[in-house]
């Protein structure tokens, strides 16, 4: 055998010897094991901080609330949503272990923190979610106090990456519309009130009376009974409900009485305050909402009756 032989039979043995040496400081990782032992039903307390914004959740008798930085009921399914998908988080692989790549990955302060905290548990389960992968299909994170950076099914930043207000519950009313019996429109010079009588809808403004349209005042209660806030305001500031542009009082069989009342957020006149009774914040709505809020006697009445009681009166 050749010298030239000998020495590409060294060289082969060597790069197998390199190859089984880098193969071998890998770390072996099971596919599909979870990323966390988490139980979704046992999970009674979920804190996120993610940018400014710090987040306490805990779960009571009658769903979860937001337990700082203000007390306020969350919305149910925001958070179950995210206690649901803690149970699914799979491992695909492992990325990196270097501290150094953090940033890359969004692992670090960048990334969104969660503790889990669950009934009988001895500490809570602590991880970072970083930014998602590529294919919007996986999400890179890493486990509180950990260097070990795991590409994970599922794309999971969105699920947490939320601010206050997005864990808020934007309800204003959630009322059955078919139970309302009564609704005043008081306005400063005029009060419009609608009374369901004998199957009608009957429209009261000043001297005038007459039947509404049942699809007319429908509108009206379709909104007023299903309201949601776009933003809330939890200090008024300069805004102020001594002159409102509207107290709206309604009726529903079986609920407390409803008192809303609006006022402009600003000059612009672009968006709404509106101020419910019995509540500890204010709610903020767009002006096309307080715009249908906010109906005239005129507005219950159809167009083909108006014109016909005009005709009637110049004869």
Same mark, same amino acid.
């Not at 947490?160 to 864990?167: A, M, N, Q, R, V």
């Given at each position: 055998?050749?010298?030239?032989?000998?020495?590409? #039979?060294?060289?082969?043995?060597?790069?197998?010897?390199?190859?089984?040496?880098?193969?071998?400081?890998?770390?072996?990782?099971?596919?599909?094991?979870?990323?966390?032992?988490?139980?979704?039903?046992?999970?009674? @307390?979920?804190?996120?901080?993610?940018? @400014?914004? *710090?987040?306490?959740?805990?779960?009571?008798?009658?769903?979860?609330?937001? &337990?700082?930085?203000?007390?306020?009921?969350?919305?149910?399914?925001?958070?179950?949503?995210?206690?649901?998908?803690?149970?699914?988080?799979?491992?695909?692989?492992?990325?990196?272990?270097?501290?150094?790549?953090?940033?890359?990955?969004? !692992?670090?302060?960048?990334?969104?923190?969660?503790?889990?905290?669950?009934?009988?548990?001895?500490?809570?389960?602590?991880?970072?979610?970083?930014?998602?992968?590529?294919?919007?299909?996986?999400?890179?994170?890493?486990?509180?106090?950990?260097?070990?950076?795991? #590409?994970?099914?599922?794309?999971?930043?969105?699920?947490?990456?939320?601010?206050?207000?997005?864990?808020?519950?934007?309800?204003?009313?959630?009322?059955?519309?078919? *139970?309302?019996?009564?609704?005043?429109?008081?306005?400063?010079?005029?009060?419009?009130?609608?009374?369901? &009588?004998?199957?009608?809808?009957?429209?009261?403004?000043?001297?005038?009376?007459?039947?509404?349209?049942?699809?007319?005042?429908?509108?009206?209660?379709?909104?007023?009974?299903?309201?949601?806030?776009?933003?809330?305001?939890?200090?008024?500031?300069?805004?102020?409900?001594?002159?409102?542009?509207? !107290?709206?009082?309604?009726?529903?069989?079986?609920?407390?009485?409803? &008192?809303?009342?609006?006022?402009?957020?600003?000059?612009?006149?672009?968006?709404?305050?509106?101020?419910?009774?019995?509540? @500890?914040?204010?709610?903020?709505?767009?002006?096309?909402?307080?715009?249908?809020?906010?109906?005239?006697?005129?507005?219950?009445? *159809?167009?083909?009756?108006?014109?016909?009681?005009?005709?009637?009166?110049?004869?």
């Amino acid at each position: 055998m050749g010298k030239r032989t000998i020495l590409l #039979l060294a060289l082969f043995v060597l790069l197998v010897l390199v190859y089984w040496l880098a193969r071998s400081r890998e770390p072996v990782v099971k596919k599909d094991r979870p990323f966390v032992e988490v139980d979704s039903a046992a999970v009674n @307390r979920l804190a996120v901080v993610y940018g @400014r914004d *710090s987040v306490s959740l805990g779960r009571r008798d009658d769903g979860w609330w937001i &337990e700082y930085p203000i007390q306020y009921p969350a919305t149910q399914k925001t958070v179950c949503d995210a206690v649901g998908k803690l149970g699914g988080m799979n491992i695909e692989s492992l990325i990196t272990d270097s501290p150094a790549n953090f940033p890359k990955y969004e !692992v670090d302060e960048v990334g969104v923190r969660v503790h889990v905290f669950q009934e009988k548990a001895a500490k809570p389960v602590g991880f970072i979610v970083g930014k998602n992968a590529s294919d919007y299909q996986h999400t890179y994170l890493r486990r509180s106090g950990e260097n070990d950076v795991w #590409l994970v099914k599922g794309s999971y930043r969105n699920v947490f990456s939320k601010g206050l207000k997005d864990w808020r519950d934007r309800t204003i009313t959630d009322l059955p519309m078919d *139970s309302a019996k009564r609704v005043e429109l008081i306005y400063p010079k005029e009060t419009i009130t609608l009374a369901w &009588e004998d199957s009608v809808w009957k429209v009261q403004a000043g001297a005038k009376s007459f039947e509404g349209e049942k699809p007319l005042v429908d509108r009206l209660l379709r909104l007023l009974c299903k309201l949601n806030t776009v933003d809330f305001l939890d200090t008024l500031g300069t805004v102020s409900f001594a002159s409102p542009e509207v !107290v709206i009082r309604a009726q529903i069989t079986g609920h407390e009485p409803l &008192e809303l009342k609006l006022v402009p957020l600003d000059e612009s006149g672009e968006k709404y305050v509106l101020e419910k009774t019995g509540t @500890r914040t204010h709610f903020i709505i767009y002006k096309a909402t307080a715009t249908t809020l906010m109906k005239k006697a005129e507005d219950f009445r *159809s167009e083909s009756k108006a014109k016909k009681e005009e005709i009637l009166k110049k004869k």
